[in-house]
């Protein structure tokens, strides 16, 4: 069975930092592409950022580039998604989810998400 299991949620005031982790189990981790996707409060759901299989190549959303950096642990069956200068309008939801290939963004299994709260 795949299982997801985000960690590292919290609040933190602007400007500050937080890295979120997810814990795979139940596939190969090292044969797929993996995301992180949010939804902040009454939106819809948002694309953050993506790392194929082997961590060779990552994407990040415009609007996060230069602040989010995503990463993976391979020995540790890990994602991670390293987040700095915290805006409040980060204030979501982050989902890890697992792609459907080696350097495939499409999403098949999420995790039940951690919430992130950026305010003072």
């Known amino acids: 069975e795949v299982q997801l299991v985000e960690s590292g949620g919290g609040l933190v005031q602007p400007g500050g930092s937080l890295r979120l982790s997810c814990a795979a189990s139940?596939?190969?981790?090292?044969?797929?592409?993996m995301s992180w996707v949010r939804q902040a409060p009454g939106k819809g759901l948002e694309w953050v950022s993506g790392?194929?299989?082997?961590?060779?190549?990552?994407h990040c959303a415009e609007s996060m580039k230069g602040r989010f950096t995503i990463s993976r642990d391979n020995a540790k069956n890990t994602l991670y998604l390293q987040m700095n200068s915290l805006k409040s309008e980060d204030t979501a939801v982050y989902y890890c989810?697992?792609?459907?290939?080696?350097?495939?963004?499409?999403?098949?299994?999420w995790g039940k998400g951690a919430l992130v709260t950026v305010s003072s």
């Open positions: 139940g596939f190969t981790f090292d044969d797929y592409a």
């Open positions: 989810t697992k792609g459907i290939g080696r350097e495939s963004f499409g999403m098949d299994y």
């Open positions: 790392i194929t299989y082997n961590g060779g190549s990552t």
